[in-house]
């Protein structure tokens, strides 16, 4: 149904959408209004900055900059941009953007559902809401794990700074132990959830195959902690892992020791760390981590 990140069969898609507002797996629906976020790898999201200027002097140079860091003409894209500080004598906006053919099909497949798309935004910022305490400036990296892509979102000063997408996730996990086993993909997927990263008296060796995965996962992580120290002299404190397949047993354990010489805590992150009012959400902090954009999404409805 997806490819790409591209909704590929948008009249099973319909279907599906509206027997989960009608069949919800928790709680229940009163209204038809939705929240919704753009794929990261559809979208593109940076801090710029700019001189100190009056608010209609931005509405006019901020896309005038942005220009120069997005990969297509802006008038084939969805700009948005949010004030986030002063830098020295800089102003710090947060810009992001995405094409206008992509999110008009989106928004098409959400109204043919009988949803009203009250807001739209990218999965970066409904993560970094829902995982980062709001009273902390900190500078961390979010690795938002899905089934085939992780999304690496830095984070400094308590704000977006930008974002990447890279290929390597769950899937690809998936595939290394059946080629390890030689199984099918779904035989490989039950094993994956049941051993995690480690090797058993029934499966020896499944550790074994997932290092090299592993491997290119911390090497893409480095690269983008490389990037960022490159680019400011706030060092990453911790690496918050999120996402479904940041369920993989023993996951944070094997990354941990890659980023241990660099004073970085590797650790899984808690989607309810936001919302002290809820006593006793439906799922704990581990099984939620695959609704940790969905949770973020919720949460700006509640902030307006």
């Known amino acids: 149904m997806l490819v790409n990140d591209s909704i590929a069969d948008p009249k099973t898609f319909v279907y599906l959408l509206k027997q989960a507002v009608i069949k919800p797996q928790f709680g229940k629906f009163s209204g038809n209004y939705a929240s919704a976020s753009l794929p990261e790898s559809k979208s593109f999201v940076r801090v710029i900055q700019v001189p ?7 509405d006019v140079a901020v896309p005038l900059e942005a220009e120069s860091f ?18 020295d004598q800089s102003q710090e906006i947060l810009i992001i953007a995405s094409p206008k053919e992509f999110v008009d099909k989106y928004l098409k497949i959400l109204e043919d559902a ?23 400036q900190a500078n961390c990296l979010i690795v938002d794990l899905d089934s085939f892509r992780t999304s690496l979102i830095m984070v400094e000063n308590g704000h977006l700074e930008f974002t990447s997408s890279i290929p390597i996730a769950g899937s690809s996990f998936t595939e290394a132990i059946a080629r ?43 690269n983008i902690i490389k ?39 590797v650790e899984s992150g808690n989607p309810w760390i936001n919302l002290p009012q809820i006593k006793n959400p439906p799922l704990d902090a581990f099984d939620s981590l695959s609704f940790t954009t969905a949770i973020g999404l919720a949460m700006r409805g509640i902030n307006e």
């Open 70 to 87: 997005i990969p297509l003409p802006l008038d084939q894209v969805y700009l948005d941009w949010q004030k986030l500080g002063t830098k």
């Open 180 to 222: 390890s086993l030689g199984v099918s993909s779904q035989k490989a997927e039950i094993v994956k959830r049941k051993v995690g990263v480690a090797n058993t008296a029934e499966y020896p060796n499944i550790k074994t195959a997932l290092l090299p995965v592993l491997a290119s996962l911390s090497a893409e992580i480095k």
């Open 227 to 265: 990037f960022h120290s490159e680019h400011s002299q706030n060092k990453v404190d911790k690496i918050i892992l999120a996402g479904g397949s940041a369920k993989l047993k023993n996951l944070g354990e094997n990354l941990q020791p890659e980023f241990s010489g660099e004073g970085i805590i």
């Open 52 to 58: 100190r200027m009056s608010d209609s002097e931005l």
């Open 114 to 136: 009988g949803l009203e798309v009250s807001a739209l935004e990218v999965e970066s910022q409904s993560c970094h809401r829902a995982l980062v305490p709001a009273a902390l």
